[in-house]
């Protein structure tokens, strides 16, 4: 195990280098398929599909987003809320 460091670097060398160009192909490479040109044509007597309306982000309303009128709820916070009642109703009890 001579030379560890040389090694490593020649290795490293190898894998990130550019290559040297000796096995470039000599000429150029042949397309397996010819290009096709190809023309879309509407039909005017087909009936148009009902489209969806286009995509609006909410990032691009005017109006802030209100985060109470969400229902999403955080199921740990919910827990500990009701832990916390069930605690606080004990120690009123008694």
């Not at 969400?70 to 740990?76: A, E, T």
């Amino acid at each position: 195990m001579h030379d560890l460091i040389p090694r490593a670097l020649q290795r490293l060398r190898l894998l990130f280098a550019p290559g040297t160009g000796k096995r470039r192909r000599c000429r150029p490479r042949r397309h397996l398929f010819p290009h096709v040109h190809l023309t879309l044509v509407s039909c005017p007597s087909a009936s148009q599909p009902p489209q969806l309306p286009r995509h609006r982000s909410p990032y691009g309303l005017h109006s802030p987003l209100d985060g109470s009128a969400s229902v999403l709820v955080r199921p740990y916070l919910a827990a500990h809320e009701q832990e916390v009642a069930l605690i606080g109703a004990r120690k009123a009890a008694a």
